[in-house]
């Protein structure tokens, strides 16, 4: 019997769809093809012992995965729940029928319980986009991705959880967010306030003109002048966030995996202070696995680099055409993404290598 669960993968900072077609039929082996990385073909076994320890058992058939588009990586874990519902269903265990419009992902612990994955609010984006009716995922990534509206999110705790659910046996409420009310009430809470700040007329002058032109600045001075201290406090002054801005942040922080458990939308502008230690393509982003670097975070925020002449040259350069573009290309011989990256750029630094000239 072939049966049709979707996933998603994250390119970039958007999503693709992805097929898991799952066949069982007569025979005694396991076949999973379509790209998969190392985590991706390792869920074997992580959906097996769910499934018996769920009241449940891998089918006793020959089992045949596809993941497609065949040509796309497959990485990490979030696989592991499609898969496991797409064998159920083709075993006969769950209605076919009930997988119909609906995204479906997860990583599955030995035990049969969810574990968070990274990037669902992407994903759930483009399933509303497509016209998804539903998304399941796991119970610590519901409420990120229910700020999308008209998609019905469930969160699921376990794996015996999502087979009740389908099979209509143990019902389960969506995850409701009134997005734009919470948003309207956290805009304004920030963990440090400018208005902390007392003194230093000349510098807070320096920095309402800044902000209110969006302009890059390099504050100077000694050692425990306040330069930090001011520049953590900076987005409290900055306009406050948009609606479409929080959500293009929030998807970009999803995707890296810097959302907490339970966050919703992002809702003031961040702040990223990379060391000064920082390695270019962690400040611009790629890698092996394709992650958005320090500017890319601070997208719609601040970048602040402090002890600026520590960083060596070839960070600082590349920088150039970010700040001129705000967007970030990253070409490879196996991707080619963009990220964007449109922030405020502040820098401190001592006068000199001691810190106290001309003071």
């Known amino acids: 019997m ?18 898991i077609e799952t066949v069982v039929e007569q025979g005694f082996s396991f076949c999973m093809v379509g790209l998969p990385d190392t985590a991706v073909k390792e869920s ?26 065949a040509d796309v990586r497959k ?9 496991a519902i797409g064998a159920l269903a083709a075993d006969g265990k769950i209605p076919p029928e009930s997988l119909e419009g609906m995204m479906i992902m997860g990583e599955l612990s030995l035990d049969g319980s969810l574990l968070p994955i990274k990037g669902v609010l992407p994903m759930a984006i483009k399933a509303r986009s497509l016209g998804f009716r539903g998304m399941i995922v796991p119970h610590d990534n519901a409420t990120e991705a229910a700020v999308v509206n008209n998609l019905d999110v469930y969160g699921a705790d376990s794996l015996r959880q ?21 948003f309207a009430a956290e805009s304004s809470v920030f963990d440090y306030d400018f208005a902390e700040v007392k003194g230093q007329e000349q510098v807070k002058r320096a920095f309402e003109v800044a902000c209110a032109g969006g302009h890059n600045i390099l504050l100077v001075g000694p050692p425990g002048s306040g330069k930090s201290m001011m520049a953590k406090r900076l987005p409290s002054i900055l306009p406050p966030l948009t609606l479409q801005e929080a959500l293009e942040t929030t998807k970009i922080h999803s995707v890296a995996g810097k959302l907490k458990s339970g966050s919703r939308l992002l809702t003031t502008r961040p702040f990223r202070s990379p060391h000064h230690t920082i390695s270019p393509v962690a400040l611009v982003g790629g890698g092996s696995n394709p992650m958005p670097g320090e500017i890319s975070l601070a997208h719609n925020g601040v970048l602040f680099l402090d002890e600026f002449p520590e960083f060596s040259r070839s ?6 055409q970010p700040l001129e573009d705000r967007t970030i290309s990253i070409s490879r011989a196996r991707y080619s993404i963009e990220y964007p990256a449109g922030f405020m750029l502040v820098a401190s630094m001592n006068p000199c290598p001691c810190g106290y000239y001309n003071h």
């Open 44 to 69: 074997y076994q992580r959906v097996q012992a769910a499934m018996t320890q769920s009241g449940t058992g891998w089918p006793r058939r020959k089992v045949t995965i596809n993941l497609s588009p």
């Open 315 to 320: 960070v600082l350069e590349v920088m150039r």
């Open 162 to 182: 999502v087979i009740d659910l389908l099979c209509g046996t143990v019902p389960l409420a969506p995850t409701q967010v009134d997005t734009r009310a919470e």
């Open 2 to 19: 072939l049966v049709k669960t979707y996933g998603a993968a994250v390119q970039g900072i958007d999503a693709i769809v992805v097929t």
């Open 75 to 83: 990485e990490g874990a979030a696989y592991d729940l499609p898969i």
